[in-house]
């Protein structure tokens, strides 16, 4: 035999026994759910114009000048563009769902799809309180994702995030559920998170959160990120709050909360102690509202609530959340601690009854001001809502409203509360034209 053919098989005989490849079907993988969900995924660009003005303006003495001649600061405008990202929840009709952030102050909102079209998006409505908003593309042949029963889900659980995180489409991350019913983080005005280690990142905001079946139940939302990147503490929106928002916006237009009617607070050692209580869990009502849905069902000042609907209530923004997050027309079950005795009793919300509201949550041109009713005799005999302050170089104060002023009409509609000031903006979005009475003077001030 020669040398090198002799050499040849020693090694084939000292290698051992050639070992079995694995195919690549039998490999642990997320592929072939993430080729089902990921078309139902889209990325959302936004673009939209803010006003600009020079800071030489914010310097008293021009300020001073400005004021005295009752004219406008100069200001320009600057295009403002961003990004997200949203899911395809009703092929049929082209609704997506996003946040509420992504689209905010939007004068065009384009979506894309997985496959490259791209169409011009309609806002539906949106909910800033909780972060969410619903669009409709005029698109066919869409790809949607099954919805999933979030309130099924469970620390530990895997979940993957989908979503367009610094404008690179269609990116997978990976991670479990690490807490549930995350709130009072001051991210939102009502929060009921689900918080991930799945990294989310910028541009991930509206993405969808699924289980490893590919069901949707979490839309992602938010992350703490002390420097900037993702650190592995992310929060997403549960499906079922998020399709009951959405359903809201589509039956009429906004979302409809649930109002108690009560004044609350947190319990410390002392109160605790003071009512009989082993523990400071709980919500403590100081006072009830007069023909609250509260003051119907027999709540006092001084009941502590201790859950509603079997749903434990250690704080109060705890009861905060929860009532909120319930829709009007609900019944809500109130466990609560009278006198030393467990009670118990049901509450009809109702809508709640506004008496301020930030101008933002009304119409983007406004943001900056806080609105409020005005109470008989207040005011003398007028009627409309007024502006209770003004933030100093914010869009609200670029186009000239000041704290004091009565707004009487908008678009042309009189308004005597702030309901009648929603309605009003609602029927015109683009434009708002207010009458403004000041002092002994009346003006039309117009925001575009």
Known sequence: MPLAAFILTALIFAAGPARAVAPLAEMPTLAPMIAEVSPAVVNIAVSGTENVRNPLFDDPFFKRFFERRGR??????????????????????GHVITNHHVVEDADEIIVTLGDGREF?????????????ALLQIPAEDLSTVTVGDSSRLRVGDFVVAIGNPFGLNQTVTSGIVSGLGRNDLGIESYEDFIQTDAAINRGNSGGALVNLRGELIGINTAILAPGGGSVGIGFAIPSNLALSLTGQILEHGKVRRGRLGVYIQDLDARLAEAFGLDNRSGALISRVEPDSP???????????????????????????????????????????????????????????????????????????????????????????????E????????????????????VNRLAVASLQQMREAVGLERGRLLLLIKRDESAFFLALR
């Open 72 to 93: 406008e600061f100069p200001q320009r405008k600057r295009r403002v563009r961003g990004q997200g990202s949203g899911v395809v929840i009703d092929a049929a009709e």
């Open 120 to 132: 011009e998006a309609e806002l539906v409505g949106s909910d800033p309180e909780v972060d969410i």
């Open 390 to 409: 003004v933030e100093e170089g914010s869009p609200a104060a670029d186009a000239g409203l000041r704290g004091g002023d009565i707004i009487v009409s």
């Open 294 to 388: 509260a003051e119907e069902a027999g709540l006092q000042s001084g009941d502590v609530v201790l859950s509603v609907d079997h749903r434990k209530v250690d704080s109060a923004s705890d009861l905060r959340n929860i009532i909120g997050l319930m829709r009007v027309g609900q019944e809500a079950r109130i466990n609560f601690w009278r006198k030393g005795r467990m009670m118990n009793v049901d509450v009809l919300l109702r809508e709640r009854r506004m008496q301020q509201v930030a101008g933002a949550d009304l119409h983007h041109r406004l943001r900056g001001a806080t609105l409020k009713e005005l109470k008989p005799g207040e005011d003398g005999d007028d009627e409309g809502v007024q502006v209770a």
